[in-house]
């Protein structure tokens, strides 16, 4: 989709067919990134036919010889049964505790503690502060209609250079506008305490686990073609039952282990 075409979608006077028309631009932007992926892989396979080497197609696409194999397996069918990793890879495993004690919830970063704890090397990096449109679990859990505008704060993560989990926190537009919330790069010293700051005092949260494929956007940024993510969804709420933050994390699955315990005492959201 070009800037044009945003724009005419944008200036769309009626707000409920703006909101189709950015719905139908979506739709048919995820079914594009589907066909544009089995496009690739048939042209890979065609290449290979043609007495190319991969080494050669690799060398050409600006990619590792181990990715061209993954572009030929990710366009390799719509629904398919996990399979395990597509080359050798460091063995990695994090820890993402259920739930979470305290003091890790509570500390400058759970992601680099937990990595830390394990001995592992952890990066991570900002990738998107702005607006976008609710998924429907997640509206569901900040009780806004499917495709209303949330502000959304994505982050990406490795361990030992190895792609491991995207996490994106969620806000209500009328609760994160025009905050620090809503400002870019990470929150200082801590998102729950700037969450404090602005008056809110958490009451409980509720964590959902599913199992499912990625998105093309997920496969290719955790690097998993043929394999199945663990989405974490953490809903926080305030003390009169608000929702106040939506975490949901996409975990390569392979990548990880679940340890679950009883957390005494209260937890932090």
Same mark, same amino acid.
């Given at each position: 989709?070009?800037? #044009?075409?945003?724009?005419?979608?944008?200036?769309?006077?009626?707000?409920?067919?703006?909101?189709?028309?950015?719905? /139908?631009?979506? +739709?048919?932007?995820? &079914?594009?990134?589907?066909?544009? !992926? #089995?496009?690739?892989?048939?042209?890979?396979?065609?290449?290979?036919? /043609?007495?190319?080497?991969?080494?050669?197609?690799?060398?050409?696409?600006?990619?590792?010889?181990?990715?061209?194999?993954?572009?030929?397996?990710?366009?390799? *069918?719509?629904?398919?049964? @996990?399979?395990? @990793?597509?080359?050798?890879? %460091?063995?990695?495993?994090?820890?993402? *505790?259920?739930? +979470?004690?305290?003091?890790?919830?509570?500390?400058?970063?759970?992601?680099?503690?937990?990595?830390?704890?394990? &001995?592992?090397?952890?990066? #991570?990096?900002?990738?998107?502060?702005?607006?976008?449109?609710? !998924?429907?679990?997640?509206?569901?859990?900040?009780?806004?209609?499917?495709?209303? =505008?949330?502000?959304?704060? #994505?982050?990406?993560?490795?361990?030992? +250079?190895? @792609?491991?989990?995207? /996490?994106?926190?969620?806000?209500?537009? $009328?609760?994160?506008?025009?905050?620090?919330? $809503?400002?870019?790069?990470?929150?200082?010293?801590?998102?729950?305490?700037?969450?404090?700051?602005?008056?809110?005092?958490?009451?409980?949260? +509720?964590?959902?686990?599913?199992?499912?494929?990625?998105? @093309?956007?997920?496969? $290719?940024?955790? =690097?998993?073609? &043929?394999?199945?993510?663990?989405?974490?969804?953490?809903? /926080?709420? !305030?003390? =009169? $039952?608000?929702?106040?933050?939506?975490?949901?994390?996409?975990?390569?699955?392979?990548?990880?282990?679940? %340890?679950?315990?009883?957390?005494?005492? !209260?937890?932090?959201?």
């Amino acid at each position: 989709m070009d800037a #044009r075409t945003l724009h005419d979608i944008a200036a769309i006077t009626d707000p409920l067919d703006r909101a189709r028309a950015a719905s /139908s631009a979506m +739709t048919t932007l995820q &079914g594009q990134s589907v066909e544009l !992926s #089995r496009i690739r892989r048939a042209a890979i396979i065609e290449a290979q036919q /043609s007495g190319l080497r991969q080494e050669d197609i690799a060398r050409h696409l600006g990619v590792t010889p181990g990715r061209v194999s993954q572009m030929k397996k990710a366009g390799a *069918a719509d629904h398919q049964a @996990p399979a395990g @990793p597509t080359e050798p890879r %460091p063995r990695i495993l994090v820890q993402r *505790a259920l739930p +979470t004690p305290p003091a890790t919830r509570g500390s400058r970063s759970l992601y680099l503690t937990e990595a830390a704890q394990q &001995g592992l090397e952890p990066e #991570r990096k900002m990738l998107y502060v702005g607006r976008e449109p609710a !998924s429907e679990h997640v509206a569901a859990g900040l009780r806004v209609e499917a495709g209303e =505008d949330v502000i959304a704060r #994505r982050k990406m993560f490795w361990a030992n +250079t190895v @792609p491991v989990r995207i /996490s994106t926190s969620y806000f209500r537009v $009328d609760v994160a506008e025009g905050t620090r919330l $809503d400002g870019d790069g990470f929150v200082l010293p801590t998102l729950q305490a700037a969450i404090e700051e602005m008056g809110h005092v958490f009451s409980h949260a +509720t964590e959902t686990l599913t199992a499912r494929p990625p998105t @093309p956007y997920e496969a $290719d940024l955790l =690097d998993v073609p &043929g394999e199945w993510v663990v989405q974490v969804l953490r809903v /926080s709420y !305030s003390m =009169d $039952d608000a929702p106040i933050h939506a975490l949901e994390t996409v975990c390569a699955a392979s990548r990880h282990v679940f %340890p679950i315990g009883q957390v005494a005492g !209260s937890d932090q959201f």
